[in-house]
Nanobody, 124 residues
Framework: QVQLVESGGGLVQAGGSLRLSCAAS????????MGWFRQAPGKEREFVAG????????RYAESAKGRFTISRDNVKNTVYLQMNSLKPEDTAVYYC?????????????????WGQGTQVTVSS
């Protein structure tokens, strides 16, 4: 069982940066693939980034490549999403999720545990 709590969302101007954090409970944190997803109003939830425990495998959505970086601290049981050069279209609720899949996957159904989400709003 894993419980996830996101933080770090807020209001930022276009071009700015935010770092989201996701604190996980559970002694087996390092065994999970960790991912970030987002859901904008009226849209489906979509994959943003994912990472395995060692960092040897990461995956990004095309919209996130070059601007977002996912990292994790397996001692602190925390995963981060550094978001730079933010755009108004990045406005969404951001969720972290944990998966027992053997590789980083982007499908929502592969993730077993979800946080409650944190709002990110980018103004133009």
């Amino acid at each position: 069982q894993v419980q996830l709590v996101e933080s770090g969302g807020g209001l930022v101007q276009a071009g700015g940066s935010l770092r989201l954090s996701c604190a996980a409970s559970g002694r087996t944190f390092r065994t999970y693939i960790m991912g970030w997803f987002r859901q904008a109003p009226g849209k489906e939830r979509e994959f943003v980034a994912g990472r395995n425990w060692s960092g040897g495998s990461t995956r990004y959505a095309e919209s996130a490549k070059g601007r977002f970086t996912i990292s994790r601290d397996n001692v602190k049981n925390t995963v981060y999403l550094q978001m730079n050069s933010l755009k108004p279209e990045d406005t969404a609720v951001y969720y972290c999720a944990a998966s027992l899949a053997s590789t980083v996957v982007s499908t929502i159904g592969a993730y077993d545990y979800w946080g409650q989400g944190t709002q990110v709003t980018v103004s133009s």
